[in-house]
Antibody
Framework: EVRLVESGGGLVQPGRSLILSCAAS????????MYWVRQAPGKGLEWVSG????????AYADSVKGRFTISRDNAKNSLYLQMNNLRDEDTALYYC??????????????WGQGTLVTVSS | DIQMTQSPSTLSAFVGDRVTITCRAS??????LAWYQQKPGKAPQLLIY???SLQSGVPSRFSGSGSGTEFTLTISSLQPEDFATYYC?????????FGQGTKLEI
């Protein structure tokens, strides 16, 4: 079965940076679009960013555009989220998720268990 | 951006009930709508995609319908394991937004 394991979360001060990683296994990573979705404590789901199978297309939520950068390394079966200029409101559990298609948009058929990012001074 | 509005926000029901959750899009999204179930402390799981297609392994008591701006998720006979929070998700146009969630409780 598809396996997605996020890492890199932690406590970080406002204005600082953090890089999240997602290690994918048990499927052909290079064929599929991948996403980041976050969930603030006690709140709903927020789509953050998506990337196509070949990194040819990326998309971002307005709330993170210009601060976050999504990328992938198909040779390492890994997805990344570079988060710069972090704000208190970026505090959330960040999920890595997979699409059944290759584009940067689509529904999400598998999810990781998430990595927690806490932005606080 | 396309806004997704779910109703109700909370739904109280009993085992065996038939329940319906509605999701409205602020503009037409054709049938590019998915539904997810999330239980406390767990990652969301895909139930329905393309408005009405049942994800493999999901019980047939779950069904979806709709197109354009109005969509529904129906559970035909609630089971104890169905008490969870449900989210709709439009994937027609970036940014690919979620509804605010519907908590289904006893």
């Amino acid at each position: 079965e598809v396996r997605l394991v996020e890492s890199g979360g932690g406590l970080v001060q406002p204005g600082r940076s953090l890089i999240l990683s997602c290690a994918a296994s048990r499927f052909t990573f290079r064929d599929y679009g991948m996403y980041w979705v976050r969930q603030a404590p006690g709140k709903g789901l927020e789509w953050v960013s998506g990337i196509s199978w070949n990194s040819g297309s990326m998309a971002y939520a307005d709330s993170v555009k210009g601060r976050f950068t999504i990328s992938r390394d198909n040779a390492k079966n890994s997805l990344y989220l570079q988060m710069n200029n972090l704000r208190d409101e970026d505090t959330a559990l960040y999920y890595c998720a997979k699409s059944p298609a290759g584009a940067e948009g689509g529904f999400l058929d598998y999810w990781g268990q998430g990595t927690l990012v806490t932005v606080s001074s | 951006d396309i806004q997704m509005t779910q109703s109700p926000s909370t739904l109280s029901a009993f085992v065996g009930d038939r329940v319906t959750i509605t999701c409205r899009a602020s503009q037409s999204i054709s049938t590019y709508l998915a539904w997810y179930q999330q239980k406390p402390g767990k990652a969301p799981q895909l139930l329905i995609y393309k408005s009405s297609s049942l994800q493999s392994g999901v019980p047939s008591r779950f069904s979806g319908s709709g197109s354009g701006t109005e969509f529904t998720l129906t559970i035909s006979s609630l089971q104890p394991e169905d008490f969870a929070t449900y989210y709709c998700h439009q994937y027609d146009r970036s940014p690919f937004t979620f509804g605010q969630g519907t908590k289904l409780e006893i």
